[in-house]
């Protein structure tokens, strides 16, 4: 799925909660993400909660990092890691005002009073003069253990966020044809003013799912910012292109060796072209070039409301997991 652009201002740090204070043993540090020299340490996370964190769903894959800072690897972000002896096991991003998506390895999960602690800090400061100000954090619901922490701190489920599906890459792979008339490409040689373009055309036309006047403003140069990420394959970069030139429809797929879990993000189709199942045909070949590549599990999400989108996946994929927003009033 695509997310929110974060673009904020890094929130202050604040006190919270110790460790000792809420009978953790364990004693964690607390620091921000300082630009380009963390984003391999963010990386780097990404890949071991999807392994450590298995079977359960994790929140980030090296290739969501990557999508979501590109033009921003080196500006500070509104985001926190949690480190001991060196080592990273738990990070929280605040994503808009009150909304936090947080992840820990097994070994950081005993810190999430901490965490919630520094969101709700986060939170009261910008969410100055709300009468009645609140966090909330985005939960899968296969993740009894976290929603088990949640609702301990006086979290409760207020509504669905996401949909997750997975594919077993040691099984049988589908067979799509590519529909008459088009062709498949990868991104090696492609245009970056003509790839920016096929992105926005897919994304600023959304009113199938409810959202009217969307305006993507992805550029040649956060194309070519994407490009340089230590995770991005101009092979893993997938589109269909029409006999007169057009590109019809355009995702990535990003590639994660350590964990042998692929993801796409993003899916987008030209409206001109939509209905002729060009999303499978992309998916198809990205499950098979993982394959190529050694990969297992290949996952893909997109927003509840997204029927079209739930339709052609649940079509290829089979389910993982759901995500929520639980929340509290501060």
């Known amino acids: 799925m695509s997310y929110v652009r974060f673009g904020m201002a890094d929130p202050d740090s604040a006190p919270a909660h110790s460790g000792e204070q809420l009978g953790v043993k364990m004693s964690p540090s607390r620091r921000p993400y300082m630009g380009e020299s963390d984003l391999q340490t963010l990386l780097h996370f990404a890949s071991r909660s999807l392994t450590e964190r298995f079977p359960l769903a994790s929140t980030w894959h090296p290739g969501d990092v990557a999508w979501e800072l590109r033009e921003q690897y080196s500006s500070r972000q509104p985001i926190r890691l949690w480190e001991q002896d060196g080592v990273v096991e738990a990070v929280a991003w605040s994503v808009g005002p009150g909304q936090f998506w947080l992840e820990t390895t097994p070994a950081g999960e005993g810190w999430l009073p901490d965490i919630i602690g520094w969101a709700e800090s986060a939170a009261l400061r910008r969410q100055t003069g709300v009468k009645a100000p609140t966090v909330s954090v985005r939960v899968f619901e296969g993740d009894r253990l976290r929603i088990a922490g949640l609702s301990r701190l006086g979290f409760k489920p207020v509504g669905p966020e996401s949909v997750h599906f997975e594919f077993d890459l040691t099984g049988p792979l589908p067979e799509v044809p590519v529909p008459p008339g088009l062709a498949l490409r990868d991104g090696v040689g492609i245009d970056p003013e003509q790839r920016a373009a096929s992105h926005r055309d897919a994304w600023s036309a959304l009113d199938h799912i409810g959202i009217e006047n969307a305006r993507s403003t992805f550029s040649a140069a956060a194309y070519e910012s994407l490009r340089t990420s230590p995770v991005y394959r101009c092979e893993l970069d997938l589109i ?57 599990r290949a996952r893909i999400s997109t927003a509840h409301f997204n029927t079209s989108a739930v339709a052609a996946y649940s079509s290829m994929f089979q389910p993982l997991d759901r995500s929520f927003w639980w929340a509290r009033t501060l």
Not at 266 to 273: C, K, L, S, V, Y
């Open 240 to 296: 269909a292109v029409a006999s007169d030139g057009r590109l019809a429809a355009n995702c990535i797929c990003w590639a994660d060796a350590p964990s042998g879990v692929g993801i796409f993000e993003p899916m987008g189709t030209h409206p001109a072209f939509r209905g002729r199942r060009l999303a499978r045909t992309l998916l198809a070949e990205g499950l098979h070039r993982l394959r190529d590549m050694g990969h297992r």
